[in-house]
């Protein structure tokens, strides 16, 4: 299923989840809507009508009276007529109310036909049979308000028992309601994390493994989801695919730098020493002019020989072949050796050198002492030299601290602006300090140098009046312990 189908049916269960409730909510609306409407205007117009049937056998008693007190036949006339409405009246009565005790119907029609015979007798000039026929009449006027109360009380129970039915309604609907919303809010969130996580986790995995592309580690990852039919499984195929070829170009990279450095070795011992014949065998003959050039072709040959040396370093450093020869060193000693390695430097650039050993530095430190000396310390005592002053200082400070030694390097140089800090110890990264010159890979090399030592090396604030400060922690080891390498890593900050 595509990520599109996924984000579509995710939508349409969402929406089912959510109206489900709404849909509930709108049939008790309606049930509610007719207990409030329908049966509450059906009870009204009953008793309207009830009302109207009160009215009527009022206005038919004084009627009959008058009739049989005058004998006018209008006023006959008009109780018959008020008979006939009352009967429509009980008739739309009966069809509107769904409750109509018999007895009422059977009042009513014993008053009509009461009614009838009171005409017949007045009719027939029978006055005394009339009278009696109205007493009997008066008893059924008294028994059909009696009815009429008891199907108006009938009615008020029905409309009480709506109003309870209508309440229980409305009270189950809205916690129904209430309970179907939250169920469906779950619903839909457990559906919307589903997709989301769905979606979103193998993306980040993707992202870190870019990231690990970004610092030079060029490994196929083995949980993205190559196997999914979607988008992101086609996306994860291409990355394994590109990480496959970007691994595969790094290989030849790093052969090719291989090939060349050696390659550029002998011809550049070549140069050196063609120089050193030329200048041994002119000697005094030289002009000044011939000796300085000579002396700018063997310093170029020794620059560049360094350059190439550094190229070799990175490429081992790069397929994994650097090994180390560690062995137990007096940290006394390492620091005399890196004293006497630039003093000479020091004295011809006017820069005060000092390399302090603090009594919280251990007596030795089991290291590859060239590779320490000479690459990390070397390196950045030399890139110190580079950026500080005539008349500047550099200082070199050993100490100890908990479970490892850290060595600090400080120069009064101008310092490294703060844009290009987290790039220093990318490779090929120059930073230009006024007149910086140089391949860029020196940094680069202390940086996987320490690395190989298990340590780690940072560019630390500087306090005021300092230009660069490099802290080197290296962990304590001991004699005869194996170093804790981690993977290495030629690109990106440390």
Not at 105 to 130: F, K, P, S
Not at 171 to 188: H, K, P, Q, Y
Not at 250 to 268: I, Q, W
């Amino acid at each position: 299923m595509s990520v599109r189908a996924r984000l579509v049916l995710g939508f349409f269960v969402v929406t089912a989840a959510l109206a489900a409730p709404t849909l509930f909510a709108t049939g008790s609306l309606s049930h509610l809507r007719r207990l409030a409407v329908e049966e509450r205007s059906g009870h009204a117009a009953a008793v309207a009508r009830l009302g109207r049937i009160q009215q009527g056998l009022a206005e038919l008693d004084r009627l009959e009276r008058s009739f049989i007190a005058t004998g006018d036949q209008a006023l006959g006339r008009a109780a018959a007529a008020e008979v006939t409405s009352l009967e429509e009246e009980l008739r739309s009565l009966r069809s509107s109310s769904p409750i109509l005790p018999g007895r009422l119907e059977a009042t009513i029609d014993h008053v009509a036909a009461l009614t009838r015979h009171v005409e017949g007798h007045v009719e027939a000039d029978r006055m005394n049979r009339a009278s009696e026929t109205f007493s009997s009449l008066l008893a059924a006027f008294d028994e059909a308000s009696t009815e009429l109360t008891l199907v108006a009380d009938s009615i008020d129970a029905m409309a009480l028992r709506d109003a309870r039915d209508a309440e229980s309604t409305s009270a189950t609907a809205r916690a129904a309601t209430l309970a179907g919303l939250a169920v469906a809010l779950l619903f839909a969130l457990a559906v919307a994390g589903y997709t989301t996580h769905a979606m979103t986790s193998p993306l980040r995995k993707l992202s870190r493994a870019s990231a690990r592309i970004a610092d030079g580690e060029f490994t196929i990852p083995g949980d993205l989801p190559y196997d999914r039919s979607d988008e992101i499984g086609e996306l994860s195929t291409s990355f394994r695919a590109m990480t496959r070829r970007l691994a595969e170009l790094d290989r030849t990279k790093a052969a090719f730098l291989g090939v060349v450095s050696h390659e550029l070795k002998t011809p550049l011992n070549v140069i050196k020493a063609y120089a050193e014949v030329i200048e041994d065998e002119l000697g005094p003959k030289a002009s000044d002019s011939h000796k300085e050039l000579i002396a700018s072709v063997a310093e170029q040959a020794l620059v560049l020989s360094r350059r190439v040396s550094r190229l070799m370093d990175i490429s081992r450093l790069e397929a994994g072949t650097y090994s180390l020869s560690v062995e137990s060193t007096p940290i006394e000693d390492l620091a005399t050796g890196l004293e006497r390695l630039f003093e000479r430097q020091a004295r011809e650039k006017d820069i005060d050198l000092t390399v302090r050993v603090t009594e919280s530095a251990p007596f030795d430190a089991v290291v590859d002492v060239d590779i320490l000396r000479d690459e990390i310390l070397g390196n950045l005592v030399t890139n110190a030299f580079r950026f500080t002053p005539p008349g500047g200082w550099v200082d070199v400070q050993i100490e100890g601290e908990s479970g490892g030694i850290v060595f600090t390097v400080t120069d009064s140089g101008p310092g490294i602006p703060k844009e290009h800090r987290p790039h220093i110890f990318e490779k090929y990264y120059v930073v230009d300090r006024a007149r910086a010159m140089g391949s860029g890979l020196g940094l680069a090399i202390v940086k996987e140098m320490v690395r190989l030592h298990g340590g780690l090396v940072t560019l630390e604030s500087s306090p005021p009046g300092c230009g660069a400060r490099f802290r080197v922690s290296l962990p304590r080891v001991t004699e005869g312990a194996s170093l804790e390498v981690p993977q290495h890593s030629m690109v990106g900050p440390t």
